[in-house]
């Protein structure tokens, strides 16, 4: 099979096309057929950082995480999935597990579902890690209808899903962002649009909330910016965060009693333990999509397999708007 490979880390990485040996089906998995791959930035800290991330894989390397694709093979024990049948999920890319960026792969049957029926291939790639991440989120944060909740990075990857599945849970919904593109598509999916870099946050606290804060607060840009949700939080708010790699003074999250939830949605891959809670939520993402209540952004650039670096600079450029895909 096809396939493009990671040859080296840091400054030096590069993509290269090899055949590979197709992947030999497996008790508990299929092999599916590749239609496209998501580009998340965990893939591009792998590409930059190398074995200075504990989920690194060896080189060379077949990364993408994300995939949209049909079952090609189904391995003995499986029977929520034939052969024909359409899926995505998230399921490789990372230790020691063949990633999405190859014509074939084999994924854990717990780590997939049936894809949206509404969307495209390309769509239904770019939708499983950060579409995990955002349901995931707002569940440890315990989302109701009714609440005031806040998506710091509206329109990102995490940021755009989550703003969309807190409107289908009843919520009252704002995002930070800045620029015109950004707060466009905050707006865009119903949500009211903050402008972090014009406007203080005691004055968008006064203004949407009354001063009390925010019920729940998803924070997806994470590091520094904790004590600015700590800051927008209501007192027993909830926070959830895709990046706790820091340290922080608790005190004002203390004095609010707070609940901080780090969601980190590659450990069931990593452990082997609760992968089926991945499938789960996948379905049920797919059912929401369906429903009409949900769409993922995609950026307005294509890449295939021969242009995997391309595609991966596109994501670390900061220019794109929506999700990366690389079509197989």
């Known amino acids: 099979m096809k396939a493009s490979t990671l040859t080296s880390y840091g400054e030096t990485a590069t993509f290269e096309i090899a055949e590979l040996p197709k992947p030999t089906v497996t008790a508990g998995h299929v092999v599916v057929r590749v239609a496209a ?37 189904v391995g003995e024990g499986v029977t929520a999935f034939a052969v024909g049948d359409e899926v995505y999920g998230c399921a490789g890319g990372l230790a020691d597990l063949q ?16 894809k949206p029926k509404s969307i ?18 707002l569940e440890r944060a315990g989302i109701t209808a009714g609440q005031k909740v806040l998506v710091q990075g509206g329109a990102g990857g995490v940021g755009h899903l989550a703003l969309q599945l807190a409107k289908h849970f009843g919520a009252d919904v704002y995002g930070t962002g ?26 968008y606290v006064a203004q949407y909330t009354g001063g009390a804060g925010f019920d729940i607060i998803f924070d997806t840009v994470g590091g520094a910016n904790m004590t600015n949700s700590f800051e927008a939080a ?66 307005d650039t294509t890449f295939d397999l021969d242009r995997v670096g391309d595609a991966y600079d596109r994501l670390t450029s900061g220019k794109a708007i929506g999700k990366v895909v690389v079509e197989a």
């Open 99 to 114: 990633g999405a960026l190859a014509e074939f792969m084999l994924a854990d049957a717990q780590l997939i579902a049936h």
């Open 120 to 137: 495209s291939m390309r769509e239904a790639a770019a939708m499983p890690l950060v579409g995990i991440t955002a349901y995931e989120g």
């Open 37 to 73: 791959s998501s580009v998340n930035t965990v893939d591009t800290m792998i590409r930059s950082m190398g074995t200075d991330l504990p989920l690194s894989p060896a080189l060379p390397a077949v990364l993408g995480m994300d995939f949209a694709g049909v079952v090609e093979e």
């Open 178 to 203: 800045t620029g015109d593109a950004q707060l466009a598509v905050i707006n865009g999916y119903g949500a009211t649009a903050i402008d972090f870099a014009t406007t203080k946050i005691a004055d």
């Open 234 to 299: 209501a007192l027993n708010a909830n926070i959830a965060s895709t990046v706790g790699l820091l340290e922080i003074d608790l005190s004002r999250a203390h004095f609010k009693g707070l609940s901080l939830h780090i969601i980190f949605m590659l450990l069931p891959m990593l452990s082997g333990q609760g992968r089926t809670k991945h499938g789960e939520i996948l379905t049920k993402l797919a059912e929401i999509v369906d429903a009409g209540a949900m769409k993922p952004l995609l950026d």
